[in-house]
Each structure stands twice: as C-alpha cells, then as structure tokens.
C-alpha cells in the first residue's frame, strides 16, 4: 500500500536510448511532480501535473516529457538519453491546487537511472 | 525565495536532543519555513513546517525566532533511524507550484 511508486527502482541504459519511468500514487492527491537529484545531492523540480494539466515546466531539455493519463499517474519519458541525464529521479505528489496552503510533498523511494 | 543556510553536518548522541539551525535572514512575511529529510537511499520525507508560531507533532518541534529570520528543527530523543539529511526550506504557502527547491542540508549522524 506504498503512497507513491515509482517503477524500476534501478535503470541502466546506453547513451541515445529512449526510456520511461512511471509513477503512481493512492493518496488522492491532485497534484503530482517530478524531481531530479544530481550527483551533488541538489534536489530540483523539473515538471508539475494539476488534474493531468501541466502547471510547471522547468529548464529541462524537451527530450523528457512527462505524460498523466490521469491524476494517479505522472510518468517521465527520457529521449536520445544523454551521460548528464544520470540521476536519480523522484516523483511526489500533493493536495490541491498549487495556490493553496502548504507544500507537504509526500515522494517516492526514487528511480535510479545511469546511462554508459 | 528567501535563502536558507544551513551547517553541512552534525553529529548526536542517541537518545539526546538533536537540535538543527537554519538561517533565513531575508524571509518575508508570508512564507513558511519547511523541513524534510532524506534518509539514504530513500525519498525525501515532511518533517514538520510553520509560519510564525512554534510547531509540534509526533516527529519534531520547530522553533521560530521572533523575526523569523532563523529556526531550529528538534528531535527531541534522536535515534540511529533519524540519521539522515535534514533540509530547511523557506517558501510562500500560496506560490504557484509547490515548487520547493532542496540545497545542501544538514547532513544529521545520530552515533550510538
């Protein structure tokens, strides 16, 4: 019954390749994110979902496109994979609209992805 | 948002009082002083979060100063498990996004 999923937990990829981690989480929430953590531990917002409407879109190269068929779900697709896309990538979700009350952000165990 | 600086590591005595600093000299009125943690090889985990008054919950207690320009994050009792990096965050409570932005922390050693 874990909160938010993240699937694979590891992903070992070649330079160029496409590949996609997945999210999912039960709490409800209606709101859901992306994050990046680089090798400095420095730990980034890069895309935000409200009710399967994009809300955030940082600096981050179009070749990473975040897809929500639905509110429970806010997947990452990574094209033409890249050394520096090495990380590990944390999705989270929250409780209503961005405008309203706290930023309490319940994560993910988090999905780590090296490409060689 | 406001800057928050933080002493890269402390370490603690299990079962004393971990006591964290943060320093946000330029917060405004509005925004919330939030902690995480992150537990290696875990994601990162709400601790606690206030505005101006001093907060309490089964994890913490945060204490504010009168100007809101620092606070300190209390385990009361730390245990091995509280090991971890604690990170103090300064953000508007009705800001587009969520968007909380992590820095370096404060990487907590609780040592038996």
């Known amino acids: 019954d874990t909160a938010v999923s993240q699937t694979p937990k590891y992903l070992v990829t070649q330079m160029g390749n496409d590949k996609s981690i997945k999210c999912e989480q039960n709490?409800?929430?209606?709101?859901m994110y992306w994050y990046k953590q680089d090798s400095k531990k420095f730990l980034k917002i890069m895309f935000s979902?409200?009710?399967?409407?994009?809300?955030i879109n940082e600096t981050v190269p179009n070749r990473f496109s975040p897809k929500s068929p639905d509110k429970a779900h806010l997947n990452l697709h990574i094209n033409s994979l890249e050394l520096g896309d090495s990380a590990v990538y944390f999705c989270?979700?929250?409780?209503?609209?961005?405008?309203?009350?706290?930023?309490?952000?319940?994560f993910g165990a988090g999905s780590r992805l090296t490409v060689l | 948002d406001a800057k928050t600086t933080q002493p890269p590591s402390m370490d603690c005595a299990e079962g004393r009082a971990a006591n964290l600093p943060c320093n946000h000299s330029?917060?405004?009125?509005?925004?919330?002083v939030y902690w995480y943690r992150q537990i290696h090889s875990q994601g990162p985990q709400y601790i606690i979060h206030?505005?101006?008054n001093n907060e309490t919950n089964e994890m913490a207690s945060l204490i504010i100063t009168e100007d809101r320009k620092s606070s300190t994050l209390i385990l009361p009792h730390a245990t091995l498990r509280d090991t971890a990096v604690y990170y103090c965050?300064?953000?508007?409570?009705?800001?587009?996004?969520?968007?909380?932005?992590f820095g370096g922390g404060t990487r907590l050693m609780v040592k038996p």
């Open positions: 979902y409200n009710n399967k409407e994009l809300i």
């Open positions: 965050i300064v953000r508007l409570g009705n800001n587009a996004g969520n968007m909380l932005t």
């Open positions: 330029t917060i405004s009125g509005n925004e919330y």
């Open positions: 709490l409800g929430h209606d709101t």
């Open positions: 989270a979700s929250s409780q209503g609209r961005p405008l309203s009350g706290a930023n309490v952000l319940t």
């Open positions: 206030g505005l101006k």
